[in-house]
Nanobody
């Protein structure tokens, strides 16, 4: 599985960005996709995730502002980020996990990361 993330950039506080992550390879086997972020000096944290059935999960810090969605036909996951804050500044990574990855708690596959900077 290969993941290609895009959509990061510089945005002012209160603005919006949409991240995309396209999966290729054995994408048919993916059952769980998520977005993580890592700010300078901090650990990588889960931002949002979605399973193939459509259920979603969000970090408390982004609930009500971010929305994760998935286009199964295109093997692509999106992260719509609204009302962005300076503390959302980070490198955002997409992650994909197959059924075995979930079953055995393996890390799955990672995209290359895309930088989101929220600053005036």
């Amino acid at each position: 599985v290969q993941l290609q993330a895009s959509g990061g950039g510089l945005v002012q506080p209160g603005g919006s960005l949409r991240l995309s992550c396209a999966a290729s390879g054995s994408a048919f086997s993916i059952v769980h996709m998520g977005w993580y972020r890592q700010a300078p000096g901090k650990q990588r944290e889960l931002v949002a995730s979605i399973i193939s059935a459509g259920s979603t999960n969000y970090a408390d810090s982004v609930k009500g502002r971010f929305t994760i969605s998935r286009d199964n036909a295109k093997n692509t996951v999106f992260l719509q980020m609204n009302s962005l804050k300076p503390e959302d500044t980070a490198v955002y990574y997409c992650n994909a996990r197959r059924r075995l990855d979930v079953l055995y708690s393996w890390p799955g596959f990672w995209g290359q990361g895309t930088l989101v900077t929220v600053s005036s």
